[in-house]
């Protein structure tokens, strides 16, 4: 499946005809987005379509902030046509009515007159039908460009991934490194518990050997841990290798996985005993933070 980006921008028209002279127009922007936020500016002569806009677009995304916007525009041949006496007098009638019981009513305008009789020569019958097939274009390209995002989106995330691997390559062999140097300051700390406690020979200075000894052994503990850390940090990009290749709504996931990745690299650096891997923890920050800001306009 593809990955598809929250951020897109289409556009779409209809252009006049003889049957209906009325040119349509559309665009449809969207940015990221935690839910799907849909908003609409349509013409008057539009409004009566929202709700079917809104499904079809509903149906065809997940997530992102969309903004609709469609108008109407009438060529200057529409307004040629001058209204027949006939309907002139029915507004006029329907003028003198009005006025009879609400004198200051104001009269009737030309273009209101124009609007009114008809005297904009189009059938509009075929608007709605119009609309959804300029949507239908619209929402196509929109997807299509959230896709090209997407898929540019998912080439970045993927490279990181692989950066981030390397690091965990170069940090892997440092492990056992601190592990051994952990036990040798151990063994050291104990050796001169011992030398101390046997000078003295009291209980007091034997009890205080094994609060040494037990609390060296507690901090080298602590530090074998840096392993499982880098095990996590392997299993996290696994997943999120195998969700960019799977593909399909995958956003909230990633974000969740990033936030993981953050986690187990802080961890790495706040055990470190070692200043190379402390600079691999920061440069592995750095990379995370970059994929966060991608991740966040994934739908």
Known sequence: MTVYSMTGYASSQSPPSDASPVALGMEIRSVNSRFLDLSFRLSD????SEPALREALTKRL?????????????SHSTVARVPERAELQRLLDAQNTIQSVLPNAASLSVSS?????????????DLPQRVQTMLLAAANGLVEARAQEGSRLSAMITGR????RALVKQATPLVPELVELQRQKFLDRWQ???????????????????????????A??????????INRLDAH???????????GELGKRLDFLIQELHREANTLGSKSSSLTLTRIS?????LIEQMREQVQNIE
């Open 161 to 164: 991934t692989g950066e981030l």
């Open 113 to 125: 007159i124009m609007q009114m009789a008809g005297g904009t020569e189009h059938n509009n019958a």
């Open 282 to 286: 920061v440069d592995m920050k750095v």
């Open 237 to 247: 990009l696994d997943e999120i290798d195998r969700l960019m290749a799977t593909g």
């Open 192 to 218: 001169a518990a011992l030398g101390d406690a046997n000078a003295s020979a009291d209980e007091s200075s034997l009890q205080a050997a094994r609060d040494r000894a037990l609390s060296e052994a507690t």
């Open 220 to 229: 080298f503990a602590i530090r074998i841990d840096v392993a499982e850390e």
């Open 62 to 74: 997940k997530r992102g902030k969309v903004e609709v916007r469609a108008w109407l525009e009438r």
């Open 45 to 48: 002569e539009l409004r009566a």
